[in-house]
DNA sequence: TCCTAGCACTTATATTACCCAAGTGCTAAT
DNA sequence: ATTAGCACTTGGGTAATATAAGTGCTAGGA
């Protein structure tokens, strides 16, 4: 269908575009191929027949379609190993023991972003493997107190919360009930757990036993909630595709926290691939192309997401987050 | 000096220009001030002599020059009430119980660079009147512990720390030391106090106390660390002076978290009032302003920053940070 | 049948000339 | 002191033009 002539020249288009940000004429492939520039031009006629190439005007050099980008990943694409340079400067963090995992990624996360001019994303929450180890009260004056709770992973929520007219013995009284009966219980099952084998109980001999449950209700919850981190937000601007502050303005506002959580929570790929999705194949935006892959760590899981103008690095985005994600999970 | 229309003519240039970013010609304004335009030319003339104003051209209307904006924030700027919109917003922030402290300022923080468009930025940390309230630990495995520490306040910090070959008994032996003689510690002594009362007690029986004392220490530095929050980069886009990309890259870089710590860090006005540096008059950037005011609470302390164009709504930006000082103080 | 040289053609981009609107400064008269 | 009147300046828009880059197509050669 393709021929192996055809393939040389799509890669040749999508790597000197990606350089250049020029559509890429004859002329230039020519050169390396070793035959005319009108054969070439032929080829590149076939080539935007099959939707691989599109031209920016008529008399225009071509650059790769949405479907060319796709072809260029699924087949062309070789993964050369990372430079010496990046390389080196993942190393540093990861070697460096006296940072936590969460440090880790975070600084990877910058680096990436500062390397390749793209935004980096960490979407993060507590591990389902997370259990409940302890929760502890620490009371500071008569009405406030502060809940602690801690995971067997090392995972800590914190609250402050306040307790009028609530006897700080029937406080401890609840936080020894749940340090005995649901100590052990998968952090996702807690607040059930809370509910239903807590909260009968209290509610006998706690004057106030709403607002204190609901207070424990609320550390609980904490551990749910996702975490987001993005990086390099702004880097969307040193692209030469993005010239005018408008469309400038529109992409940074899709990156905003809220609606960057919701988008990368709803993509569904395999967590232990790298998955691409070019242009319209995500729900960003139609020019830009979202690399994701999943981590999962003992304490936290979750995925880490590089968004790029669809004229991406890809070769280089894939290295780096395969090491990142080995390097992590480690 | 100068003439009391000539302040008139000052302010309204001021004024019109914030509104629509364009040079005010005279004729807009001798509607006003019932007078010609002829008039009013000759008045601007004046006011250009004293620096108060600028021209982008020959024959252009009149700008603010950076010295007419100070001196209408100095002398003619009228602080007139919250519009209620405004108002009604920031309350429903401030009237919502359920959220802390900390969230009400986040949330302002969020408002402010909504309705504003502009960049609002908090810089926090722990208030110095924190005292030390009480250290735990929890241990979650043979080498592996959770420490976290409570000040009086109900600021709270936890760190996961590694001590392979050190026996559990004398790191309680070290909390139960910490918690006899250093708790009641302003937080910001408690580095001090943990060297030469702490280590040279434990170095007496700590195989590894320099792990543990480093442990230790690190925990209680996150206490001074200083916490940046910054709303609505992407804001500056929306302001038609910088209606270009370079030049938008340029500050959204240094609107950077680490470049942004220094910067505010670095602003010496009194904490009481609302300070306002134009252009020149700060380290950003010359085309920006700066409008920033202290704040202090039971928990923590800092300065919460707005950064606009000095094309600014200089009175609202201050009646909203006036209105949010206030009711975070209580 | 595949390849290529040659050439007419298309489009983007840059340059120039030009006009118009907005607004100024100056002068002379009130 | 104020104002009407007018010449003058500038930016922005539009049209005309030239240039460079690159295409598609055709016809001839391997």
Redesign the pocket.
């Known amino acids: 269908m393709i021929t192996d ?1 055809q393939k040389e020249i799509l890669k040749i288009i999508v790597q000197e575009y990606v350089r250049l940000a ?7 492939i ?1 050169d390396t191929l ?12 076939t080539l ?1 027949e099959l939707g691989l190439l599109e ?8 650059i790769p379609s949405e479907k060319g980008y796709r072809y260029y990943v699924d087949n062309l694409m070789e993964l050369k190993k990372m430079s010496a340079e990046d390389m080196l400067k993942l190393q540093i963090i990861f070697r460096n023991n006296q940072l936590q995992f969460n440090d880790c990624l975070a600084e990877s996360l910058k680096l990436i972003a500062e390397m390749t001019n793209y935004t980096s994303i960490k979407l993060g929450e507590a591990s389902h493997d997370n259990k409940l180890k302890e929760i502890s009260i620490i009371p500071l004056d008569n009405d406030n107190l502060i809940v602690i709770v801690v995971t067997d992973m090392g995972c800590v929520e914190h609250k402050s919360i306040s307790l009028p007219n609530v006897d700080l013995e029937d406080v401890k009284k609840t936080v020894n009930l749940i340090n005995n009966l649901i100590v052990g219980t998968p952090i996702d099952e807690v607040s059930q757990k809370l509910e239903y084998e807590i909260k009968p109980i209290i509610a006998n001999y706690v004057e106030e036993h709403e607002k204190l449950y609901n207070a424990f209700y609320n550390v609980f919850n904490n551990f749910t909630n996702k975490n987001i981190d993005i990086v390099g937000k702004g880097n969307i601007l040193k692209h030469k595709e993005f010239d005018n502050v408008e469309r400038v303005g529109q992409i940074l506002e899709k990156l905003e926290d809220d609606n960057m959580v919701k988008l990368v929570d709803n993509i569904k790929g395999n967590n232990n691939d790298i998955n691409i999705y070019i242009g319209k194949e995500n729900d960003l935006d139609d020019d830009m192309t979202v690399i994701e892959t999943g981590y999962k760590t003992r304490q936290e899981e979750g995925k880490i997401v590089v968004i790029g103008p669809k004229r991406m690095e890809y070769d280089r985005v894939v290295s780096l987050l395969e090491f990142i994600k080995e390097n992590i999970e480690r």
Chains 1, 2 share one sequence.
């Open positions: 002539r020029k559509p890429v004429g004859s002329n230039l020519c070793n035959c005319s520039s009108a054969t070439i031009r032929s080829e590149m006629a935007e031209k920016t005007h008529t008399s225009s050099g071509r």
